[in-house]
């Protein structure tokens, strides 16, 4: 299994920017299929955003669309998430999730796929 460790999280005022990273103890590239979660107190977790490579395609929740950026360093074996104009809204613990990739690819047209592979959470809190 891969072994994840998620790093940048913090505190911020609202309109502000965090960059969360996620270094993973196994080579990633293009055979794992890897996504950001966050959860809240009492909130089930969700998806915030994934990416696949073969061929390239990034999915995002809807609320976080045009602030957030999900990349990948396949040399460093790290993925990233460039989060900007947070809002106090994204206040969560944000998880590094990452699946071995099927030939189906990441994605389900209904939602996301199941990850088992999982960081243990950093927290961002975004303040008012």
């Known amino acids: 299994q891969a072994q994840l460790v998620e790093s940048g999280g913090g505190s911020v005022q609202a309109g502000g920017s965090l960059r969360l990273s996620c270094a993973a103890s196994?080579?990633?590239?293009?055979?794992?299929?890897m996504g950001w979660f966050r959860q809240a107190p009492g909130k089930e977790r969700e998806g915030v955003a994934a990416?696949?490579?073969?061929?390239?395609?990034?999915k995002y929740a809807d609320s976080v669309k045009g602030r957030f950026t999900i990349s990948q360093d396949s040399a460093k074996n790290t993925l990233y998430l460039q989060m900007d104009s947070l809002k106090p809204e994204d206040t969560d613990i944000y998880y590094c999730?990452?699946?071995?990739?099927?030939?189906?690819?990441?994605?389900?047209?209904?939602?996301?796929?199941?990850?088992?592979?999982w960081g243990q959470g950093t927290q961002v809190t975004v303040s008012s």
């Open positions: 999730a990452a699946e071995p990739r099927l030939n189906t690819g990441c994605f389900k047209t209904d939602g996301w796929i199941d990850y088992t592979n």
């Open positions: 990416i696949d490579l073969i061929p390239r395609y990034i």
């Open positions: 196994v080579y990633i590239h293009d055979r794992y299929c």
